[in-house]
T-cell receptor
């Protein structure tokens, strides 16, 4: 049982390039999230999904797009990377709405370190 | 969304008990309080969750007063390996699943 797997773990892009980060979970979770974490800072929500085929904006959605075509996968895309998008990106998932009791919690991946030059 | 406020940083020594308090004045009736721990270069991991009074597991205790406007994470007899950032989160279900982290508390445990 792998849990939440993020691909790739590291990536260096040039300004203007595009790329897609993949998050895969094998726990049949409905809820999936993308966060970014800048050095010395907390996590900021980019986009999230409450089920297959759904996406919603978080706190900092600009410059990113997401898709949830399959329940187990949540893709984060950068169409034209900018240096301000240099960050560590974390994906997380939850079976039910996290924070609603019954021990519902987020499971996080190990992160993707992205540098945009 | 219920906003949370925590101290930015705390220092402690090995063997001491550490209490980290989180304020959440506008917590909703259905909201639970959840704490996560994050080590450097890792994703956060769940520590404990509660709704009211006291919850205890093998890692920590969570104290929630009757008005639920704050909560306190208690780590007994900390060790160097407890050095991490601790996040308090409130709710998520009432906001359609939108879950926003606060700034967290950076705990530094010294020998």
């Amino acid at each position: 049982n792998a849990g939440v797997t993020q691909t790739p773990k590291f990536r260096v892009l040039k300004t203007g390039q595009s790329m897609t980060l993949l998050c895969a979970q094998d726990m049949n979770h409905e809820y999936m999230y993308w966060y970014r974490q800048d050095p010395g800072m907390g996590l900021r929500l980019i986009h999230y999904s409450v089920g297959e085929g759904t996406t919603a904006k978080g706190e900092v959605p600009d410059g990113y797009n997401v898709s949830r075509l399959k329940k187990q996968n949540f893709l984060l895309g950068l169409e034209s990377a900018a240096p301000s998008q240099t960050s560590v990106y974390f994906c997380a998932s939850s079976l039910r709405p996290p924070g609603t009791g019954k021990g519902e919690k987020l499971f996080f991946g190990s992160g993707t370190q992205l540098s945009v030059l | 969304l219920a906003k949370t406020t925590q101290p930015i940083s705390m220092d402690s020594y090995e063997g001491q008990e550490v209490n980290i308090t989180c304020s959440h004045n506008n917590i909703a009736t259905n909201d639970y309080i959840t704490w996560y721990q994050q080590f450097p270069s890792q994703g956060p991991r769940f520590i404990i969750q509660g709704y009211k009074t006291k919850v205890t597991n093998e890692v920590a205790s969570l104290f929630i007063p009757a008005d639920r406007k704050s909560s306190t994470l208690s780590l007994p007899r900390v060790s160097l390996s407890d050095t991490a950032v601790y996040y308090c989160l409130v709710g998520g279900g009432n906001q359609g699943g939108k879950l926003i982290f606060g700034q967290g508390t950076e705990l530094s445990v010294k020998p």
